[in-house]
């Protein structure tokens, strides 16, 4: 037993009390968040790469851009992390580097990928803006996935509350186990019915660059409000504002005004022509 279980007693479910560590390989410690990252890859891999045709990118272009965007995402999520939580290296910068304890940021993440997968389509001379179309919906499956990576670390949760989905686990700032919102299956639940959302709408895309707008309003949205409930958030410097829920509601604004935009502003262009 890892000495502090999980349960959900408004569902009678648990408890449960995985330990973070899955195995050891030569002395190595495998962590099970890892291995939930790495299989939420592998299932968005699988499933855009029997969809690139949708969209008229090669599936080698897509295997080609994630050698570029994977490594770029991991240096993102620290990076990311690590300026909106400068104080904790200030005085130990090398523990910058120490991504085995922890520390890495989802938006951050998304962010360095998008950007890399840009660039690889411009070098490429493909369209960029198709490729980050079935790359939105990859996200959405890697970031479902990935989030039970948070559920075994126990983090990601929110604030106390009574609802019947609580989750009960020792809370590190009340000193005591508590019934919290549990923000990582929020999130997780949000996205994968974000997922679904562009699953069918992709064979109904009416511009390029417009699922990846919807990924971007759809995440923005959900994450603004998840955000919200929880106590681990990365804050703007001394401003006493959430980083993630700023980016999270500002991204869903510009999203929805350039979906609006391109769906209204521009049919109506066509139809005075």
């Known amino acids: 037993m890892y000495s502090n279980p999980i349960e959900f007693p408004g569902l009678g479910i648990g408890p449960f009390d995985p330990n973070p560590t899955a195995f050891s390989v030569f002395g190595i410690s495998i962590q099970w968040y890892a291995i939930m990252i790495a299989f939420g890859l592998f299932m968005a891999i699988l499933y855009c790469s029997r969809r690139t045709h949708e969209v008229g990118i090669k599936q ?12 770029m995402a991991i240096v993102g999520a620290r990076l990311y992390y690590v300026v909106f939580n400068f104080s904790h290296f200030r005085y130990d910068l090398i523990r910058i580097f120490y991504i085995r304890e922890g520390g890495l940021a989802i938006y951050g993440s998304v962010i360095f990928a998008l950007l890399t997968a840009y660039i690889f389509a411009r070098v490429k001379k493909i369209s960029a803006l198709s ?12 970031q479902s996935i990935g989030r039970w990576g ?3 670390n126990r983090e ?7 609802l019947p989905w609580r989750m009960e686990i020792y809370v590190p700032e009340l000193g005591e186990r508590a019934a919290v919102h549990p923000a990582f299956l929020y999130e997780s639940l949000w996205n994968a019915v974000g997922f679904l959302l562009l699953h069918f709408l992709l064979p109904k895309r009416r511009f390029e660059g417009q ?12 994450r603004g409000f998840i955000e919200g409930l929880r106590t ?12 993630s829920q700023v980016l999270a509601f500002s991204s869903f604004a510009i999203a929805v005004g350039l979906l609006v ?3 209204v502003v521009k049919r109506t262009l066509k139809t005075d022509n």
């Not at 080698?60 to 490594?71: K, M, N, R």
């Not at 980050?132 to 890697?142: S, T």
């Open 150 to 152: 948070n559920f075994m």
């Open 60 to 71: 080698d272009d897509v295997i080609d851009a994630l050698f570029f965007a994977v490594p």
């Open 131 to 142: 490729l980050l179309d079935i790359g939105a919906i990859g996200f959405l499956i890697g």
């Open 156 to 162: 990601v949760f929110g604030t106390v509350t009574d």
């Open 232 to 243: 681990d958030s990365l804050y703007l410097f001394n401003t006493g504002l959430r980083v």
């Open 261 to 263: 935009y391109f769906h």
């Open 211 to 222: 699922l990846l707008l919807i990924y971007v309003a759809w995440y923005g949205l959900g």
